[in-house]
Structures are given as C-alpha cells and as structure tokens.
C-alpha cells in the first residue's frame, strides 16, 4: 500500500500545476534581483564584481547606478590588489527552485580585504595575507534575496522582495509569540 502512495506521490509531482519559466522571464528576474538589491546597497564604487557560477550568459552588465563585472575569484582578487586600501566585496547569486510556483534568489556576498606580509607557511615564502569574510543572513532563519512566486489566478509571477519577506517573518513570529504567551 505505501509502495502504491508512493508511485502516485512521484506521478503527480511530474504532473505540475505549476508554471514552465522560459528563458526571457528567468533572464528578468536575475536582473530585477541584481537591480533592486545593488540599487540600495550603499557601493563605494560603482562596479560589482560577481562570480559567474549560476548566472545566464546573455545577462547585461549596464544598470541603473552600477556596472556587473563578471569575474572568477583569481580574476576579483587581482583587481581588489590594485585598490586602495586592498579590500572590497566580492558576490555570488544562485537561483533555487523550491517549487514549480516559487522560485528564490539569494545574493552571497564576502568582504575581501588583502594584506602584505612576510611569512612561512609550509616551507612556501608568503606575501599576502587575503581574506574572506563572509556576510551573515541574519537570526530569522532562511529568507531569500528576492522571491518569485506565480499566482495561478491572474497568471503573473509576483516580486515579493527582501524587505517584504522579513516584515512578514517577523509578523508571524510575533504572532506565534502571542499566542505562545496567552
């Protein structure tokens, strides 16, 4: 009997009701995330070095109040070394599919600050001491970037944004608050 649940749980999860993204609409949600996350960061310079790990090839590299520099990680640090002071920031965006409704964004940024030095490590002469520091999510648990999710009503994806996803995490945790205490 649980062999049979089982086959029908597996059939009916390739049978979706949820929405086939197309190249286009995926190619407009990286760039609706990447717009709306950098626009408010306060950047210091007005490029952002990015790893290309899960980003679309025709992506543009032009927006409003920054340039997109797509970079490997040897490529970041050779730049950083050519600022002054030697640090900057260095992200990542991955995309995940948590359903065929609902797809999140998370941009992983690190601070990258290199240093000179003068030391042996394991017989090697070192002169540069380089650093990641990685950016913390917070103590709300796991909260996307942006989110995408489709709404079978009207047939659109919906942008639920950073700001909007922790203000109703933190109303449902006050919620469950109060209730906790009554």
């Known amino acids: 009997m649980k062999k049979i649940f089982f086959c029908l749980f597996v059939l009916l999860s390739e ?4 929405q086939e993204l197309t190249d286009a609409q995926q190619l407009t949600f990286y760039e609706t995330t990447l717009q709306n996350f950098f626009s408010k960061q306060s950047l210091y310079t007005d490029t952002v070095l990015i790893l290309p790990d899960s ?22 640090i050779e730049i950083i070394k050519k600022r002054k002071p030697q640090s900057g920031s260095l992200y990542l965006l991955k995309k995940q599919h948590l359903s065929p409704d609902t797809l999140d964004f998370n ?13 042996f490590y394991k017989g090697h002469l070192i ?6 520091i990685a950016s913390c999510g917070g103590t ?7 989110r995408f999710v489709f709404d079978n009503r009207q047939q659109t994806w919906v942008y639920y944004s950073n700001d909007q996803l ?3 995490r933190l109303e449902s945790e006050q919620y469950r608050y ?5």
């Open 178 to 182: 109060l209730r906790k205490n009554k």
């Open 166 to 168: 922790v203000k109703q």
């Open 15 to 18: 049978l979706s009701l949820g």
């Open 107 to 119: 941009i992983i940024g690190w601070g990258v600050s290199i240093e000179r030095c003068f030391k």
């Open 127 to 132: 002169t540069r001491n380089i650093r990641f």
């Open 140 to 146: 709300l648990g796991y909260i996307p970037t942006p």
């Open 55 to 76: 980003l679309p090839e025709n992506l543009r590299q032009e927006y409003n109040g920054f340039f997109l520099n797509i970079v490997t990680r040897s490529q970041a």
